[in-house]
């Protein structure tokens, strides 16, 4: 889909039609290297991995806020690479969050169960952890990847024995975090706009629900059987923006139709019934981790299928192992990785 949704512009401006999709390759390819890597480590260099990971993420997001991040689209998220490549931390900071959160609330000498209350200094650190990741993503802002975060890391909470209460309290503080956001200006208010326009998509067509509302014409004039490769007249005129990123899905819904998004929906559903069933056969460690990964997945999926289809507001998170980007497709393997490390164990 990334070559479909990228060659008619690439050849109209006179370069490779190629160019990203061989770039996509690439990435899948560091990313399934990455996810061996990860699948080999015992449980020291996980450890080691985690801390080592968090902190390079937290180094990360804290660049983009200086002169050496690159602003795109009104977020402040990527690092600029030699070669015409860039880094974006905030997605390697999803699975390290996971995997310190996993290893903090499963590292005391016994817990070996679920049934083990976690200890409260564990928790008290996980928060933090999480607290100053979600913090630096708000401040580029990055509303969708600080939500997708705070998801996979009540998942392990909640399997980690945390009470329902303090996850009740944590939501209404991400909630209010939020707004606090808004009302500080970290969120500018075409930014609020953009997030609120699938409550009324047609209210702006020309405007913040452009997006939207071009995705859901491509989704619609795709039928059954979508339009075929390259012959989807949204995709190939361009008139859904970020389609090879973002808005991937509404160019699998006009060229491969009904049949091609429920091949992907299913991809989906199947990786994540694997990591629950994961996740019930492991012990504690095992289990916490393949809880935030799915957590994780599933609540970024869930979110960029919904934003796709108008059903959700709109928070430019890519849509996993699909969307166009070396930084999401990269840590979508290193969590691809836990799993089938969770499983072998």
Known sequence: MVYSTTWVRLIRDGDPGGYFAFRQILFVILGAVAAWVVYRLDRPALMALAVFGYAASVAGLLAVLTPLGTTINGTRAWLTLPGGFTLQPAEFAKVFVVLLAALWLSDRRGMRGLDDPPEP????????????????????????????????????????????????????????????????GVLDAYQVARFTAFLDPAADP????????????????????????????????????????????????????????????TGFLVLLLRGVSAAQRADRFGALVA???VCWLAAQGFENLGMNVGLLPVTGVPLPFVSYGGSSVIAAWIGVGLLLRVSRH
């Open 206 to 265: 020309q405007g913040v629900g452009y997006n939207v509302q071009q995705a859901l014409i491509a989704i619609g004039t795709g039928g059954v059987q979508g339009q075929g490769l390259l012959a989807g007249a949204h995709t190939q005129g361009a008139f859904v923006p970020y389609q090879y990123t973002d808005f991937i899905f509404s160019a699998v819904g006009e060229e491969l139709g009904m049949l091609g998004g429920l091949l992907v929906i």
């Open 291 to 293: 809880t935030g990964i």
């Open 121 to 184: 200094q564990a928790v008290v650190g996980v928060l933090a952890a999480t607290g100053v990741v979600a913090g630096l993503l708000l401040l580029q802002p990055d509303l969708g990847s600080a939500l997708v975060t705070g998801a996979a890391v009540l998942g392990v909470l909640f399997v980690a024995g945390v009470r329902g209460r303090l996850l009740v309290a944590l939501l209404v503080a991400g909630a209010l975090g939020a707004i606090g956001a808004y009302a500080v």
